[in-house]
């Protein structure tokens, strides 16, 4: 995996979290994570799919480190 995309999982979690803060409904955090991060895989010039898988990884490390953490 190239850098770049390394540092994508990151940057979907903190974007989701600011798209949270503003705002958005909650139950619809999964499909912005999705989008968020096809946009994103889109414009760092990886295949969209490969920006949903880590739209996917970036969802499910936030879901294990909340279960973790006990909140």
Same mark, same amino acid.
């Given at each position: 995996?190239?850098?770049?995309?390394?540092?994508?999982?990151?940057l /979907?979690?903190?974007l989701?979290?600011?798209?949270?803060?503003?705002?958005?409904?909650?139950?619809?955090?999964?499909?912005a !994570? #999705?989008?968020?991060?096809?946009?994103?895989?889109?414009?760092?010039? /990886?295949?969209?799919?490969?920006?949903l898988?880590y739209g996917?990884?970036?969802?499910?490390?936030?879901?294990?480190?909340? !279960? #973790?953490?006990g909140?």
């Amino acid at each position: 995996m190239p850098p770049t995309e390394a540092l994508l999982v990151p940057l /979907v979690i903190g974007l989701v979290q600011v798209t949270k803060e503003a705002g958005f409904p909650h139950r619809f955090l999964p499909i912005a !994570t #999705l989008f968020i991060a096809g946009g994103l895989g889109y414009f760092i010039g /990886v295949n969209w799919i490969m920006g949903l898988v880590y739209g996917l990884t970036a969802m499910g490390l936030w879901s294990g480190t909340k !279960t #973790l953490s006990g909140n």
